[in-house]
């Protein structure tokens, strides 16, 4: 059964920092591309970044470039969203999923989220 479980959200001050994790179960993530997306209140679904299996590639959404860093660490079968420099307008719910394709991104598979909300 494929699960992904997203943690480390949390409140922070504008330029503050925070790492999500997004811990899957029932597959191997080292075989399949994965993403975060984000979810603001009132506002559409918007994806943030892919990371892609066969070489590692990475997509970043133009408005968190230089700022957000995923990486995976594959003997946990975990990835990470490191996020730098965070801003009021980063508040979302982040998730993270899976369409089990080795390097596109989609949400066949997705967590619950982790809410990251960026406030002074």
């Known amino acids: 059964q494929v699960q992904l479980v997203e943690s480390g959200g949390g409140l922070v001050q504008p330029g503050g920092s925070l790492r999500l994790s997004c811990a899957a179960s029932?597959?191997?993530?080292?075989?399949?591309?994965i993403g975060w997306f984000r979810q603001a209140p009132g506002k559409e679904r918007e994806g943030v970044v892919c990371?892609?299996?066969?070489?590692?590639?990475?997509y970043y959404a133009d408005f968190v470039k230089g700022r957000f860093t995923i990486a995976r660490d594959n003997a946990k079968n975990t990835v990470y969203l490191q996020m730098n420099s965070l801003k009021p307008e980063d508040t979302a719910v982040y998730h993270c999923?899976?369409?089990?394709?080795?390097?596109?991104?989609?949400?066949?598979?997705w967590g619950k989220g982790t809410l990251v909300t960026v406030s002074s």
């Open positions: 029932g597959f191997t993530l080292a075989y399949y591309a």
């Open positions: 990371i892609s299996s066969s070489d590692g590639s990475t």
């Open positions: 999923a899976t369409a089990l394709l080795p390097d596109e991104c989609g949400m066949d598979y």
